[in-house]
């Protein structure tokens, strides 16, 4: 298998390969971790009981997975890598400012992917924690080196594989003793509620930013209804089950997030070999992704400025970059995982919502998947350097997030008000549609009758 050779750049008709169905594993698979269980432990270490926990997470995988899914569709139509298609909405250089909080977003959950499968290494092999980090990292190099085939592969299997595993494993956790009254719907929190919803929301969200990128290889009749649904239904399925898995382990196991890695493999006692081995493969799949979308946001960050060609020597030394930078942080970061994680899932929500809000309107509303794919690539293309509205509705609906904001870094009054209810989420979905809408239709249909007027003032004059 060879290196690939496209990075940001258009995939052409003759190179596109692949169908529909291909979405399912691929987002199967990367909700099959220890990492999305401990996304569901979190309704819990919130005050909730079982059965509001499963009600949280199962409407907010519903719902977050809906804008995920709509990004997908985007690949086979634009054939081109999910950030760099913001350039269509925020300018060429303006798209700098989201590509730079995706970034974070990839660090950040590579960091969490790796502290979690570093600590199970741990549990099997007697090597120090610092080595097992650097040791997920250079296999994370190695994958992501090879790229776009190589991963669809990898995820196949994996999903086959974990399916089996984790249905043995459902079979055991729903055997495990759990108090009657946890799935009853009494001792309702709504601030707490609200939260443990923005939490699943947000997880299927901070798939957007890259979910094209495994889709823009499909050829470009491939069926949007096909590309949503296959993504759609691979991601609810996978984090609704390894969420609920994690959310009922929490109330049956009191030390599981001691050792989330360990207490899971117990489970399967003398077989517990296979369970550590899924584990780890799990959080290696996930951060290929992560490494792999960090690599195409920072080749779109540079790419306005220096003109380049990315080769195999050149993709093997971003990445190579990028793996080192990542994993120092998982070293330097090594200490208080749940804190860390719950803030992370938090305050990246308050940046990734607005940005999807206004990348889905423009293009399901204002261009309904209309673009010049070669103006996104040129610094004077129609796209411009900046668009002002954009970056405005983006700014603007972040500060305006901030009242709404319940973290345990910062309450906002309104969130006080509200006995803790965060919504930043739903201002950061509606509020940035309405401020990029109205003024970019206007502004749209203004460079439309501009050139029609100018050139029924030519035509008149020319007959006068």
């Given at each position: 298998m060879k290196v690939e050779t496209r990075s940001?750049?258009?995939?052409?008709?003759?190179?596109?390969?692949?169908?529909?169905?291909?979405?399912f594993p691929i987002w199967f698979g990367a909700n099959m971790n220890i990492t999305t269980l401990v996304s569901g432990s979190l309704p819990i270490m919130l005050g909730l009981n079982l059965f509001w926990s499963v009600a949280a997470i199962i409407i907010g995988a519903l719902v977050g997975a809906i804008f995920m899914a709509s990004h997908s569709v985007q690949g086979p139509k634009l054939g081109i890598p999910q950030m760099i298609q913001s350039r269509a909405q925020f300018g060429v250089i303006g798209a700098i400012i989201p590509l730079f909080l995706v970034m974070f977003i990839y660090l950040g959950f590579f960091a969490s992917n790796t502290l979690l499968a570093a600590q199970t290494i741990g549990d099997i092999l007697p090597i120090g924690q610092t080595w097992n980090i650097i040791f997920i990292g250079a296999v994370c190099f190695v994958v992501a080196l090879y790229g776009y085939d190589l991963i669809h592969k990898v995820q196949k299997w994996f999903s086959a594989a974990s399916l089996v595993i984790f249905l043995i494993?459902?079979?055991?956790?729903f055997k495990l003793p759990v108090p009657a009254e946890q799935w009853l719907p009494s001792e309702f929190d709504l601030s707490a509620f609200l939260l443990s919803v923005s939490i699943a929301v947000t997880w299927q969200l901070s798939y957007a930013p890259y979910v094209a990128d495994y889709s823009r290889y499909l050829p470009s009749d491939t069926p949007p209804s096909k590309t949503f649904w296959y993504s759609y239904s691979g991601t609810v399925i996978g984090a609704v089950w390894m969420m609920v898995l994690g959310a009922v382990l929490t109330i049956a196991i009191p030390s599981f997030f001691d050792n989330t890695g360990g207490n899971l493999a117990a489970l399967y006692g003398s077989f517990a070999i296979l369970m550590y081995?899924?584990?780890?493969?799990?959080?290696?799949?996930?951060?290929?992704?992560?490494?792999?979308?960090?690599?195409?946001?920072?080749i779109t960050t540079i790419e306005p400025f220096f003109k380049f060609r990315v080769t195999p020597k050149v993709r093997f030394m971003f990445l190579l970059v990028i793996t080192f930078i990542a994993t120092g942080l998982c070293i330097v970061g090594q200490g208080n995982f749940l804190e860390f994680f719950l803030n992370f899932i938090f305050f990246m929500s308050y940046f990734l919502i607005p940005w999807t809000s206004i990348n889905l309107v423009d293009y399901y509303v204002l261009r309904s998947g209309e673009y010049s794919v070669k103006d996104i690539f040129d610094l004077n293309g129609k796209y411009g350097k900046v668009n002002w509205i954009a970056t405005f509705a983006f700014v603007a609906s972040i500060i305006a997030e901030i009242p709404f904001v319940n973290a345990s870094f910062y309450m906002g009054p309104i969130a006080k008000m509200l006995n803790g209810a965060d919504l930043a989420w739903a201002v950061g979905l509606f509020l940035p549609a309405a401020l990029y809408y109205f003024p970019m239709k206007r502004k749209m249909n203004y460079s439309i009758t501009v050139p029609e007027a100018n050139g029924l003032a030519i035509k008149k004059a020319e007959e006068s």
């Open positions: 940001i750049e258009y995939v052409p008709a003759d190179e596109r390969h692949g169908k529909a169905k291909d979405l494993m459902t079979y055991i956790v081995i899924l584990i780890i493969f799990g959080q290696l799949a996930i951060n290929v992704f992560n490494l792999y979308g960090a690599f195409m946001s920072s």
